[in-house]
């Protein structure tokens, strides 16, 4: 399914190749894969969103880097995304619904070799088949979604990565981006999820803006549109970004990131009390349930940040 698409614009420092730079190069010409850069304090759209939701939380993620269990949604959702990566392996006429399901259960094994502790989930084998089914129900909607026969997508799993002068790095993995003839540009993120009440979906596109603002500053390509594909009930969100939209998320990310700074250097990470609560991996360190937050180690601090407790 060719994307409808109508325009791409260039940011202020001129036009780049719309195709090219969307796909990424391990080495460099002399074939030799070239150092890991050393890793500069950043954001990625789910750890921004982290500290919007609660920075005590953000804290045991990005300073504590505290161990979390895996959850069953949260494993399915690694599941169909690697099969939905899987499949555009494929040749575009084999891309079936029941090619998807024959990919099932090689990557759930895989995913287990990975992780053996991930078969403590199930507490017994009708619970995991049930699991299995509903993996299953997710892979058959996206195909009520789209048609994989008729896309052929210039990059899968793309990692992004831009340092914002006088700010954090930002970086990403993107699902999938399409490119089409004319050079016009889709982000595609898969969602296992059920999609955002009405009125909260500006708040879903905080991640897709996000990449589209990386995508733009390091390819010199706005896409032209971003789509949300939640699988849970089969809906599909697009939005058509533009350069004031980036401008204003730019300035969005900085006051967050001088937020972030801000509390790093007092200390002080609060914790921010909400329905989500009960999904947190934290309750047992929360004072808001009783428990005692560790102490901040200064150098894991100075690692996330560049500034100092």
């Given at each position: 399914?060719?994307?409808?698409?109508?325009?791409?614009?260039?940011?202020?420092?001129?036009?780049?190749?719309?195709?090219?730079?969307?796909?990424?190069?391990?080495?460099?010409?002399?074939?030799?894969?070239?150092?890991?850069?050393?890793?500069?304090?950043?954001?990625?759209?789910?750890?921004?969103?982290?500290?919007?939701?609660?920075?005590?939380?953000?804290?045991?993620?990005?300073?504590?880097?505290?161990?979390?269990p895996?959850?069953?949604?949260?494993?399915?959702?690694?599941?169909?995304?690697?099969?939905?990566?899987?499949?555009?392996?494929?040749?575009?006429?084999?891309?079936?619904?029941?090619?998807?399901?024959?990919?099932?259960?090689?990557?759930?094994?895989?995913?287990?070799?990975?992780?053996?502790?991930?078969?403590?989930?199930?507490?017994?084998?009708?619970?995991?088949?049930?699991?299995?089914?509903?993996?299953?129900?997710?892979?058959?909607?996206?195909?009520?979604?789209?048609?994989?026969?008729?896309?052929?997508?210039?990059?899968?799993?793309?990692?992004?990565?831009?340092?914002?002068?006088?700010?954090?790095?930002?970086?990403?993995i993107?699902?999938?981006?399409?490119?089409?003839?004319?050079?016009?540009?889709?982000?595609?993120?898969?969602?296992?999820?059920?999609?955002?009440?009405?009125?909260?979906?500006?708040?879903?596109?905080?991640?897709?803006?996000?990449?589209?603002?990386v995508?733009?500053?390091?390819?010199?390509?706005?896409?032209?549109?971003?789509?949300?594909?939640?699988?849970?009930?089969?809906?599909?969100?697009?939005?058509?970004?533009?350069?004031?939209?980036?401008?204003?998320?730019?300035?969005?990310?900085?006051?967050?990131?001088?937020?972030?700074l801000?509390?790093?250097?007092?200390?002080?990470?609060e914790?921010?009390p909400?329905?989500?609560?009960?999904?947190?991996?934290?309750?047992?360190?929360?004072?808001?349930?009783?428990?005692?937050?560790?102490?901040?180690?200064?150098?894991?601090v100075?690692?996330?940040?560049?500034?100092?407790?």
């Open positions: 399914m060719r994307p409808s698409l109508t325009a791409v614009t260039t940011p202020p420092n001129g036009p780049k190749s719309a195709t090219e730079p969307l796909t990424s190069n391990a080495a460099d010409a002399s074939g030799l894969v070239p150092e890991p850069p050393v890793r500069a304090p950043g954001l990625s759209p789910s750890r921004a969103k982290d500290f919007q939701q609660c920075p005590l939380m953000f804290r045991y993620r990005v300073v504590d880097r505290l161990p979390e895996p959850s069953p949604a949260a494993t399915r959702g690694t599941l169909v995304h690697a099969v939905l990566e899987a499949l555009f392996d494929l040749p575009a006429e084999a891309r079936t619904a029941e090619a998807a399901l024959e990919l099932l259960d090689p990557h759930w094994q895989r995913l287990l070799a990975r992780d053996p502790g991930l078969a403590g989930l199930f507490d017994s084998p009708e619970e995991l088949a049930a699991w299995l089914t509903s993996a299953r129900a997710l892979l058959h909607r996206y195909f009520e979604l789209e048609d994989p026969t008729r896309l052929q997508p210039r990059a899968r799993e793309l990692r992004v990565d831009h340092q914002l002068e006088d700010g954090p790095a930002l970086r990403g993107i699902d999938r981006v399409d490119v089409a003839p004319n050079g016009w540009v889709r982000l595609v993120d898969y969602k296992t999820g059920r999609s955002p009440r009405p009125g909260y979906e500006a708040d879903a596109l905080f991640q897709m803006r996000f990449y589209a603002f995508v733009w500053r390091t390819r010199g390509v706005l896409p032209r549109t971003l789509q949300l594909e939640y699988l849970g009930d089969g809906t599909v969100v697009t939005h058509e970004p533009t350069e004031a939209e980036m401008a204003t998320f730019e300035t969005r990310i900085r006051a967050l990131w001088q937020s972030v801000e509390v790093a250097a007092s200390g002080r990470w914790p921010r909400s329905p989500l609560c009960s999904w947190c991996s934290f309750r047992d360190l929360c004072p808001q349930f009783g428990g005692t937050p560790p102490p901040v180690d200064p150098a894991s100075l690692r996330a940040f560049g500034v100092g407790a």
